[in-house]
């Protein structure tokens, strides 16, 4: 009995664990570690390594050029406010520090708490169902309202082209055959990781300049009466130049970047931001799919086709194009498919499929221009 009553007492004298809640800036720390991008850190952070340009725009004091991070450089990660619950202990009436006793427990998305009813406690009638100061609210908006462009540069460098040759290379600056330190005699391996510093065989008279940017591809296929279909697989920048090669940093990929991709100057982007393109009174230009980026059974969203009307023609980067079920010579009927033009050659277009019904895009599909940039 004894005992008993002496157990009670020592658990009745334990300090008990108190939840504590404060709403933080919703910014984060990221410590680079040797072989990080900021394409990695988007897709670690965001889910998205296209939204790299958002940790760039947050450190642009720490970065001079968004190629180059380095081991051990501190980016500060933007994101939205969220409740940060910690467990202290007391300790003589104050909560011990984070570390003390219970772990604290991982950040967690903010989330609104509903409004109590009636007056609102004081600080001495707080508990974990006090509602927060801070409400977080929730819109949509358009890529106008947030400033964006109309065309990514990222979905713009990664869409690839039609190279019109009838031989069996395309236009190229080189083919990477290495790398530098020839690691892949010694390990067999062919595929290039982020920050590989790679080897690219010049063509005569074709040495690019040290800093520029490259573009890396392969050809998927040859298209009858249409041409070689390249596909972009990540960019490179070259940081020395030699007699017959030069070397380079691979800074981005699209694909998986291998010995034998070709090499050639990276496209001009060539929007603002404040391009957007204007609806046309009346449909206008026709054109008609003659090849797709990567040959699917289900043509759906996201699709790369190229078309066969060009600069020539007056198509531009942001142009709009429609296919109609139904159409007559009205161009009367209803929209079952979009397509918004990325990148442009001299005779051929790149576009996105950004609106289907079914299954409609196939080679000798018609559409027509419905919305054309300035």
């Known amino acids: ?125 707080r508990t974990v169902f006090y509602p927060t100061e801070e409400r977080v609210e929730s819109r949509v908006l358009d890529a106008e309202a947030m400033d964006l462009y109309f065309v990514t540069p990222d979905l713009f460098q990664s869409t690839g082209w039609i190279d019109p040759t009838s031989s069996d290379a395309p236009e190229h600056l080189g083919v990477i055959d290495g790398f530098q330190a020839g690691e892949n005699l010694r390990s067999g391996r062919t595929v290039v990781m982020p920050h590989d510093v790679i080897r690219v065989g010049i063509r005569s008279g074709s040495a690019p300049e040290v800093g520029s940017e490259l573009t890396t591809f392969r050809i998927r296929e040859r298209v009858k009466d249409v041409g070689l279909v390249a596909v972009p697989t990540g960019m490179i920048t070259v940081i020395g130049v030699e007699d017959s090669v030069f070397v380079a940093e691979l800074s981005n990929e699209f694909d998986q970047v291998a010995l034998g991709d070709y090499v050639v100057p990276s496209d001009e982007f060539p929007l603002e931001r404040s391009d957007r393109p204007t609806d046309l009174a009346s449909p206008g230009m026709e054109a008609t799919v003659v090849a797709f980026q990567v040959p699917n059974q289900l043509n759906s969203r996201g699709t790369i086709l190229f078309l066969d009307k060009g600069a020539v023609d007056g198509v531009k980067t942001g142009d709009v194009f429609e296919l109609r079920l139904g159409a007559g010579d009205g161009w009367s009927g209803k929209v079952a498919g979009r397509l918004l033009v990325h990148r442009v050659r001299e005779n051929t277009a790149a576009a996105r499929v950004m609106q289907v019904t079914n299954p409609v895009f196939f080679r000798g599909t018609m559409v027509r221009m419905v919305a054309r940039m300035p």
Do not use: C
């Open 1 to 125: 009995m004894i005992r008993r009553t002496l157990l009670i007492l020592a658990l009745l004298l334990i300090p008990v664990p108190v939840l504590a809640q404060e709403t933080v800036a919703g910014t984060r720390t990221h410590t680079v570690e040797r072989g990080e991008t900021l394409w990695d850190l988007a897709r670690r952070y965001f889910g998205n390594p296209f939204d790299w340009r958002t940790i760039w725009e947050a450190n642009q004091s720490k970065i001079e050029d968004p190629h180059w991070i380095y081991p051990g450089q501190v980016f500060e990660i933007p994101g939205q406010s969220r409740l940060v619950t910690q467990v202290a202990v007391e300790v003589g009436g104050e909560p011990a520090p984070a570390g003390a006793g219970e772990a604290a427990q991982p950040a967690r998305p903010a989330v609104p708490l509903a409004q109590a009813a009636g007056p609102r406690p004081g600080p001495a009638d």
